[in-house]
Antibody
Framework: EVQLVESGGGLVQPGRSLKLSCLASGFTFSNYGMNWIRQAPGKGLEWVASISSSSSYIYYADTVKGRFTISRDNAKNTLYLQMTSLRSEDTALYYC??????????????WGQGVMVTVSS | DNVLPQSPTTMAASPGEKVTITCHASSSGIYMNWHQQKSGTSPKLWIYDTSKLASGVPDRFSGSGSGTSYSLTINTMETEDAATYYCQQCCSTPLTFGSGTKLEIK
């Protein structure tokens, strides 16, 4: 069974940093691209960042580019999101999601339960 | 603002009723995906490659579309289908979601 378990969220002051983790199990982690997607309270879904299976390709939403860094450790089956210079608008539930197996379509076939990040003074 | 327009924003349907949700893509010739999210839970992949049902999705659901207009259809609404549905277009970053359609049972 595919499982994605996020951790590392919490309350943080504006301008500070936080690092999220996503522990994957139930599949060969090193074979799949991975993503972070967030959902502000009461709002819709917003893609944040993607990383390919070997970390060769990395993409970010414009809203986080230069502030967030996605990375992975295939030996530990873990995906990370380092968030710096946090703003109140970064307050959201952050989901880890696996990339679907398609060479022509980018979609998310499994989602974690999410971890809450609240940016407030 | 990279959010795909979806319609309707909210709707209520009676059991047995046919439901259609529409999403407008920002470019043509793409694959559209749909995710279902029930209140307080994580989204689930529901439809991918425009018309393929994800594992475990009842066959009363279908997806279609071409050009820039795509839709998710429920042939006969059931109570368990009440949820918010998000479209999500493929192919190039940013990977954009729709604004969401909240579907309630009447």
């Amino acid at each position: 069974e595919v499982q994605l378990v996020e951790s590392g969220g919490g309350l943080v002051q504006p301008g500070r940093s936080l690092k999220l983790s996503c522990l994957a199990s139930g599949f060969t982690f090193s074979n799949y691209g991975m993503n972070w997607i967030r959902q502000a309270p009461g709002k819709g879904l917003e893609w944040v960042a993607s990383i390919s299976s070997s970390s060769s390709y990395i993409y970010y939403a414009d809203t986080v580019k230069g502030r967030f860094t996605i990375s992975r450790d295939n030996a530990k089956n873990t995906l990370y999101l380092q968030m710096t210079s946090l703003r109140s608008e970064d307050t959201a539930l952050y989901y880890c999601a696996r990339h679907g197996t398609s060479s022509y379509n980018n979609y998310f076939d499994y989602w974690g339960q999410g971890v809450m990040v609240t940016v407030s003074s | 603002d990279n959010v795909l327009p979806q319609s309707p924003t909210t709707m209520a349907a009676s059991p047995g009723e046919k439901v259609t949700i529409t999403c407008h893509a920002s470019s043509s010739g793409i694959y559209m995906n749909w995710h279902q999210q029930k209140s307080g839970t994580s989204p689930k992949l529901w439809i991918y490659d425009t018309s393929k049902l994800a594992s475990g999705v009842p066959d009363r659901f279908s997806g279609s579309g071409s050009g820039t207009s795509y839709s998710l259809t429920i042939n006969t609404m059931e109570t368990e289908d009440a949820a918010t549905y998000y479209c999500q277009q493929c192919c190039s970053t940013p990977l954009t979601f729709g604004s969401g359609t909240k579907l309630e049972i009447k």
